[in-house]
């Protein structure tokens, strides 16, 4: 994430107000400079032909949209907007981290409304719908994932030497306390903190592997050591949480068909845009 944030960053430095200094000085290499000119040069023969394309499929969709009158529900844009906003600390630093990228608060809002009359275009010119006995169908094909599964409440004791992991096996025979020992030896930091609480696990999160392990064991049991990345681990299996059946209320039903929906746009969009394509005049400047 922050790779990505740095390279957007980077992006606007040279794309921003003052890009038109071609000579102006991006960095030095050992005493060379890199100036802007060659970064923008660079940028633009490797990326341009799949950004212009992108940009006239959006154009071509748009127009779709504008001529099906589709709709645009501005109550849903907005929760959407709000939901971005959500993942900082305030609006201050949401707006300052837009800022940083050369972006504004209603770059964004339109970026999400083009996003919602694109996929109502699709919609609308796929004809795609969805009927109760669809979603009852995927339902019936998916509900054992659909529910929640078996969870375990684990600790874990982490070290990097197969022969800690034996020592702390025997300490943990002779009748050590898991957590306490987990506070003492784990060399991983979190797991000294937490004296190696990792809370519930839904099963299948796990390496089969460990899993198998786990789950033959009873609350207050241990596995033996365990290859796990590049050290070893016990676990400790405190509880047994049962799963839970799905229901089909009518939450999951508007979750579902919304996924249907989903995945029906993601199939259909390049067919749509082919379809458009085919129509259009598109003309290259000379």
């Given at each position: 994430?922050?790779?990505?944030?740095?390279?957007?960053?980077?992006?606007?430095?040279?794309?921003?107000?003052?890009?038109?200094?071609?000579?102006?000085?991006?960095?030095?290499?050992?005493?060379?400079?890199?100036?802007?000119?060659?970064?923008?040069?660079?940028?633009?023969?490797?990326?341009?032909?799949?950004?212009?394309?992108?940009?006239?499929?959006?154009?071509?969709?748009?127009?779709?949209?504008?001529?099906?009158?589709?709709?645009?529900?501005?109550?849903?844009?907005?929760?959407?907007?709000?939901?971005?906003?959500?993942?900082?600390?305030?609006?201050?630093?949401?707006?300052?981290?837009?800022?940083?990228?050369?972006?504004?608060?209603?770059?964004?809002?339109?970026?999400?409304?083009?996003?919602?009359?694109?996929?109502?275009?699709?919609?609308?010119?796929?004809?795609?719908?969805?009927?109760?006995?669809?979603?009852?169908?995927?339902?019936?094909?998916?509900?054992?994932?659909?529910?929640?599964?078996?969870?375990?409440?684990?600790?874990?004791?982490?070290?990097?030497?197969?022969?800690?992991?034996?020592?702390?096996?025997?300490?943990?025979?002779?009748?050590?306390?898991?957590?306490?020992?987990?506070?003492?030896?784990?060399?991983?930091?979190?797991?000294?903190?937490?004296?190696?609480?990792?809370?519930?696990?839904?099963k299948g999160l796990l390496l089969p592997e460990i899993e198998k392990e786990i789950y033959a064991l009873k609350p207050g049991e241990y596995t033996k050591p365990l290859a796990t990345g590049n050290g070893y681990s016990l676990f400790k299996l405190e509880d047994l949480?049962?799963?839970?059946?799905?229901?089909?209320?009518?939450?999951?039903?508007?979750?579902?068909?919304?996924?249907?929906?989903?995945?029906?746009?993601?199939?259909?969009?390049?067919?749509?845009?082919?379809?458009?394509?085919?129509?259009?005049?598109?003309?290259?400047?000379?």
């Open positions: 994430m922050k790779k990505t944030t740095l390279l957007i960053a980077f992006l606007a430095l040279l794309c921003g107000p003052g890009y038109a200094q071609e000579t102006r000085i991006i960095v030095t290499v050992n005493g060379e400079k890199i100036k802007a000119a060659e970064i923008t040069k660079k940028l633009w023969w490797q990326h341009s032909a799949q950004g212009l394309s992108e940009l006239i499929d959006e154009k071509l969709l748009l127009a779709e949209a504008a001529r099906l009158k589709v709709p645009h529900n501005a109550k849903e844009a907005g929760q959407r907007f709000d939901n971005l906003a959500a993942g900082y600390k305030d609006r201050k630093e949401f707006e300052k981290n837009l800022k940083s990228v050369g972006w504004t608060k209603k770059d964004v809002k339109n970026l999400i409304k083009r996003q919602m009359r694109i996929k109502a275009a699709v919609i609308a010119a796929k004809k795609i719908a969805f009927t109760d006995a669809d979603v009852t169908g995927f339902f019936e094909q998916n509900k054992a994932r659909l529910g929640k599964p078996e969870s375990a409440k684990l600790r874990q004791l982490f070290v990097a030497g197969k022969t800690d992991a034996d020592n702390a096996w025997q300490a943990l025979a002779a009748g050590a306390d898991f957590g306490k020992l987990s506070a003492l030896q784990s060399t991983d930091e979190n797991l000294k903190k937490s004296e190696g609480d990792l809370g519930y696990i839904a949480k049962p799963g839970e059946p799905a229901v089909l209320n009518d939450k999951l039903k508007t979750e579902i068909k919304t996924v249907l929906i989903n995945q029906a746009v993601t199939q259909k969009l390049p067919e749509l845009v082919a379809e458009l394509r085919a129509k259009a005049k598109i003309e290259l400047a000379r």
